[in-house]
């Protein structure tokens, strides 16, 4: 049974920093792209960062470029979002998602608040 959870999210006033968390099973971690997605209240769902497999190559939304950083741990099954500098438009449910070959498996989301 294929399982994305993610945790970490959580109230943290502006200019603040959370850790996500998405823990995998259920598939061959290591052979996904990893991505978390995030999606605010009355908006679309938007790509916020992703990473290829191996965790050689990362991408950013330029809205969190050198605020964000995406992580995996392939031993651990375990992708991580680091977000510093948090602000109030960073608020929304944060989605992580694996993908690979045309299949695609996505977390039930963490809410992220941030307060100015």
């Known amino acids: 049974q294929v399982q994305l959870v993610e945790s970490g999210g959580g109230l943290v006033q502006t200019g603040g920093s959370l850790r996500l968390s998405c823990a995998a099973s259920?598939?061959?971690?290591?052979?996904?792209?990893m991505s978390w997605y995030r999606q605010a209240l009355g908006k679309e769902r938007e790509l916020v960062a992703r990473?290829?497999?191996?965790?050689?190559?990362?991408n950013y939304a330029d809205s969190v470029k050198g605020r964000f950083t995406i992580s995996r741990d392939n031993a651990k099954n375990t992708v991580l979002l680091q977000m510093n500098s948090l602000k109030p438009e960073d608020t929304a449910v944060y989605y992580c998602?694996?993908?690979?070959?045309?299949?695609?498996?996505w977390g039930q989301g963490t809410q992220v608040t941030v307060s100015s």
């Open positions: 998602k694996a993908y690979w070959g045309g299949r695609a498996f």
């Open positions: 259920g598939f061959t971690f290591s052979s996904y792209a």
């Open positions: 990473i290829t497999n191996a965790g050689g190559s990362t």
